[in-house]
């Protein structure tokens, strides 16, 4: 996902700035470009696509003279990945340079009215609008710190945008809005780094202002002033950061795993974006180079995978069916290559998996190939075998993903897979255009939902004191919790080897209740959806049988606390939506609980990030 690096001082701005990027480049992107204002108020902006070395050459052959600029690493999500498109983006008057890393939900209608106000636009990306606003803004006589305030309170979703005027130089305004989009200032000796995450200010700073969801600061060399939505002054204390060169890819997280559990927002927002249509409320895949005509021959779909993506294919296939009326089935890809499946050219298989390596899974693809079926691969890396076996392709986006236990690319597959059962039901005119409206205002909630999730962290810290020392749990669950209930057993499983079992709340009575006793804590998925009721009933059989109850609840729910002995609670969300939110807990349960047993939690022992041998 985008990167945003900024930086006022003393020293040469566009080295500067370059080195940011390069620092940003784990996020993952497509080009790169920064904007600097020279010491006689010119605004210069160098942009390339492609990797930073292209940018950096650019630089280097016009090398402007400056000690303010922003720069940012552009994950495509509206526009092609090219130069016109890349950040910075200016306004007409080529005064205002804005960087931006989310999505402007209503960006379709702010550029209707701005192109009818007579601006014109330069790129097809929605964050250009924001140039623009700041732009009319300061022409009704508003300064550029209270052009930006303006401008940004006019933007709906979750972001983060940061701009400077060349008129302007002594300062850089920079703001979050939601949780998605990180934004921390880095202090140093008459100067400031911006950057979206800490990873980047290691070799600059340890002294940290982090920018909460929600405020906007106002950077000078030697000051910071932050204000909150309302407009009220906020007293900021930077935080001293203890950097360890080693863990320079982790920024200010022990492990990568916690820090790609905590950037699940951001990475969601970037499964989403480019894809949804936020004016028309349409959803488009172009990757995936299945026409309609081919997607109208489909009467039956396999996903295939294995551990955490085939519990994403498990959920998905509650997706596929509810929203395109289409059988579905998942199934572990290991099997599916030996038992000579039954496939034809009207079957469309789905492979998924973070790595595009997995043996057993290519070897399904294969096999479903040899059968003339259809291929589509969700997965997270480009060029790999699986993206160069299947038909289409349905990227992850969820960004490197180097901790070994899959978490952020185990989320963004459950957005691709919803996108895509979305997309296919409305492709083949079987989801009607409203429900489309309903189920993509509850996607652009997710970012927000999941932020408010992986910011509590003493719930978490209470249950693994009491359960890390446990040598066996179970996880249960009901329909599109069930293959939660399994994510969550095998992620504490891979990181705290602690034996878990999950399984779905209805098997309990056909045996596995003879385990129940004080000993065994089991962790039940209880959200308010049509299951709540008789997961309540199953709550109450195991209390009678003296088992201890971890439950994933919905907020507000005053009745599960009163059978669970701990209760971790997830907003409201829509049922086939329900599993991005119910399983963040479960990764920050077993984080918690290897932390507490002293576990290598990036690489577990055995593991491997991808199985590339049977
Ligand atoms: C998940 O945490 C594990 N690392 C493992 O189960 C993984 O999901 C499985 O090996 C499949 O990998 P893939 O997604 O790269 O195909």
């Known amino acids: ?105 209503n960006y379709a209608d702010l550029k209707e009215t701005l192109l009818k106000q007579g601006h014109k636009f330069s790129s097809d990306t929605d964050s250009e609008v924001i140039a623009h606003l700041i732009e009319s803004s300061i022409a009704d006589g508003c300064s550029f710190e209270s052009a930006f305030v303006n401008a940004v309170k006019q933007l709906k979703g979750a972001q983060a945008v940061t701009a400077l005027q060349s008129t302007t130089p002594s300062y850089i305004m920079t703001t979050r809005i939601g949780n998605a989009g990180g934004i921390c200032i880095g ?111 489909v009467n039956r779909i396999i996903l295939v995978g294995m551990g955490t993506s085939l519990h994403a294919g498990m959920a998905g296939v509650h997706m596929i069916e509810t929203l395109s009326g289409i059988p579905a089935v998942a199934e572990n890809s290991s099997e599916f290559r030996y038992r000579n499946p039954v496939v034809s050219k009207d079957t469309l298989v789905i492979s998924i998996g973070q790595s595009g390596e997995t043996v057993d ?37 969820a960004g490197l993903e180097i901790g070994v236990a899959a978490t952020k690319t185990f989320l963004n597959t459950l957005v691709s897979l919803y996108l895509f059962a979305s997309y296919l039901g409305n492709q083949t005119n079987y989801l009607a255009d409203s429900f489309l409206n309903n189920s993509i205002e509850s996607l652009v909630k997710l970012p927000d939902q999941i932020g408010q999730i992986v910011q509590e962290k003493k719930v978490y810290l209470d249950i693994a004191t009491k359960t890390h020392e446990q040598t066996n749990l179970m996880y249960i669950g009901r329909g599109i919790q069930y293959p939660v209930a399994l994510e969550g057993a095998l992620k504490m499983k891979e990181i705290s080897y602690t034996h878990a079992e999950g399984m779905s709340a209805g098997e309990l009575k056909h045996g596995p209740i003879a385990l129940i006793d004080n000993s065994l ?48 609670f997830v907003p409201a969300c829509p049922y086939l939506l329900s599993p991005v939110v119910t399983s963040v807990p479960l990764q920050l349960l077993a984080y918690h609980s290897a932390l507490a047993r002293g576990c290598d939690i990036d690489q577990p022992r055995n593991l491997a990030k991808s199985v590339t041998v049977e």
């Open 361 to 397: 899974t290519l070897a399904a693809m294969e096999q479903a190939k040899l059968k003339q079926a259809k291929i589509l691969t969700i997965c997270n890396t480009d060029n790999s075998q699986a993206t160069r076996l299947a038909d289409g392709w349905i990227p992850m986006r």
């Open 521 to 568: 804590p089991v962790i039940a998925l209880a959200p308010k959806d049509h299951f709540y009721d008789k997961m309540l009933n199953t709550m109450s059989e195991i209390k009678t049988r003296g088992g201890t109850i971890i439950a994933v609840a919905t907020d507000g729910d005053t009745q599960i606390s009163k059978i669970a002995d701990y209760t971790i």
């Open 187 to 297: 202090h140093g000796n008459k100067e400031m780094f911006i950057a979206s995450d800490i990873t980047a200010l290691v070799p600059l700073s340890d002294t940290i202002t982090f920018l909460e969801p929600g405020h906007t600061a106002k950077v000078s060399q030697s000051n910071i002033v932050v204000h909150n939505a309302e407009g009220r002054l906020i007293r900021t204390k930077p935080q001293k950061v203890v950097h360890h060169v080693t863990n320079a890819g982790k920024g200010q997280f022990r492990h990568f795993m916690e820090k790609e559990i905590a950037e699940q927002p951001e990475t969601i927002l970037a499964a989403i974006g480019g894809r949804v249509d936020f004016r028309s409320n349409k959803i488009d895949l172009p990757e995936i180079s299945l026409t309609k005509k081919q997607l109208a021959t």
């Open 1 to 105: 996902m985008c990167g945003i690096f900024g930086y006022i001082g003393n020293q040469n701005a566009a080295e500067i700035l370059l080195d940011g990027l390069q620092r940003l480049e784990y996020r993952g992107y497509d080009s790169s470009g920064i904007g600097v204002v020279t010491h006689d108020n010119q605004a210069i902006t160098l942009k390339a696509p492609g990797k930073i070395q292209n940018l950096s050459s650019v630089v280097t052959s016009s090398s402007p003279q400056a000690t303010v600029g922003i720069g940012h690493t552009r994950w495509a999500t509206h526009g092609k990945p090219n130069e016109k498109n890349s950040h910075p983006h200016t306004d007409c008057l080529n005064k205002v340079l804005i960087v931006h890393n989310g999505i402007v939900e």
